[in-house]
């Protein structure tokens, strides 16, 4: 595919998709939609870590409201059933790590890009805000299942009703967000933690998402079960058995990602 709306690139294992319509503080029409799920699924195959973020002062405003038509007459459920389900599923099956590297605002369908993604990272002038009932509507691009699982009932509630700004470091508080960086440090920050991420070992990152992800649907004993599979698993990777030796050698282990 090729891509209008973002800009795209792979380094020393790394997928970078940076979402590029500044103008409208990249606010998701149905191109861009499309293009960041093939990127993300491109990058889940080709690179070791894909990165999320935006370009100019946003991470993403969410709904292009303004797209050449009336919003009133957009067909809301088929968009998020045909353009917002494969983009958000692409990320969460994605089978290596995904970092959000929120620079500025993430609004609406914009934050819940963002949370969607395994490890987020924000700037710390960065603000969140889950602002559909400003006009009407209820938190959807999977917020009302991520919101409630990252910081509990009673404040994705919240956050829903009032609609109001989270900041960085209150998402941070929250547990919301990994960490809140600098603004003079993000960039370098987040670099440093997608390098690591792509030179770790990628065969059990998959698995840690596989076990993390499906607990909410399990009984402890359930749980220990997936837990003892999928240990299995990595106990017959390459990057496994580097790593013991990294470790009796006192050295840093050398993966492979596989």
Same mark, same amino acid.
């Given at each position: 595919?090729?891509?209008?709306?973002?800009?795209?690139?792979?380094?020393?294992?790394?997928?970078?998709?940076?979402?590029?319509?500044?103008?409208?503080?990249?606010?998701?029409?149905?191109?861009?939609?499309?293009?960041?799920?093939?990127?993300?699924?491109?990058?889940?195959?080709?690179?070791?870590?894909?990165?999320?973020?935006?370009?100019?002062?946003?991470?993403?405003?969410?709904?292009?409201?303004?797209?050449?038509?009336?919003?009133?007459?957009?067909?809301?459920?088929?968009?998020?059933?045909?353009?917002?389900?494969?983009?958000?599923?692409?990320?969460?099956?994605? %089978?290596?790590?995904?970092?959000? !590297?929120?620079?500025? #605002?993430? *609004?609406?369908?914009? /934050?819940?890009?963002?949370? +969607? $993604?395994?490890?987020?990272?924000?700037?710390?002038?960065?603000?969140?805000?889950?602002?559909?009932?400003?006009?009407?509507?209820?938190?959807?691009?999977?917020?009302?299942?991520?919101?409630?699982?990252?910081?509990?009932?009673?404040?994705?509630?919240?956050?829903?009703?009032?609609?109001?700004?989270?900041?960085?470091?209150?998402?941070?508080?929250?547990?919301?967000?990994?960490?809140?960086? %600098?603004?003079?440090?993000?960039? !370098?920050?987040?670099? #440093?933690? *997608?390098?690591?991420? /792509?030179?770790?070992?990628? +065969? $059990?990152?998959?698995?840690?998402?596989?076990?993390?992800?499906?607990?909410?649907?399990?009984?402890?004993?359930?749980?220990?079960?997936?837990?003892?599979?999928?240990?299995?698993?990595?106990?017959?990777?390459?990057?496994?058995?580097?790593?013991?030796?990294?470790?009796?050698?006192?050295?840093?282990?050398?993966?492979?990602?596989?």
């Amino acid at each position: 595919m090729h891509y209008e709306t973002i800009a795209f690139d792979i380094t020393g294992g790394v997928a970078t998709i940076r979402l590029n319509r500044p103008d409208v503080m990249n606010a998701l029409n149905t191109q861009m939609r499309a293009e960041i799920a093939d990127a993300v699924t491109r990058g889940g195959r080709e690179a070791r870590v894909v990165v999320l973020t935006g370009e100019g002062r946003a991470f993403c405003s969410g709904q292009d409201l303004g797209g050449g038509g009336n919003a009133a007459m957009l067909d809301i459920e088929r968009t998020l059933r045909d353009e917002y389900v494969p983009m958000l599923m692409a990320i969460a099956e994605c %089978p290596v790590p995904t970092i959000a !590297a929120v620079n500025g #605002a993430a *609004a609406g369908a914009g /934050a819940n890009l963002a949370l +969607a $993604a395994d490890v987020v990272i924000a700037t710390e002038s960065a603000v969140f805000t889950q602002a559909f009932t400003r006009i009407g509507l209820i938190p959807d691009a999977g917020g009302t299942w991520l919101l409630p699982r990252q910081v509990g009932m009673a404040k994705a509630m919240g956050a829903a009703l009032f609609a109001e700004k989270i900041t960085a470091g209150k998402a941070e508080r929250w547990g919301m967000i990994w960490e809140m960086l %600098p603004d003079a440090e993000f960039e !370098a920050g987040w670099r #440093a933690r *997608a390098e690591q991420l /792509a030179t770790g070992p990628t +065969a $059990a990152y998959a698995r840690v998402k596989e076990a993390m992800r499906s607990s909410f649907a399990n009984t402890l004993e359930e749980q220990l079960a997936v837990e003892a599979r999928l240990q299995g698993e990595c106990g017959k990777t390459r990057d496994f058995k580097e790593g013991v030796v990294a470790f009796l050698e006192k050295r840093p282990a050398r993966y492979e990602g596989r």
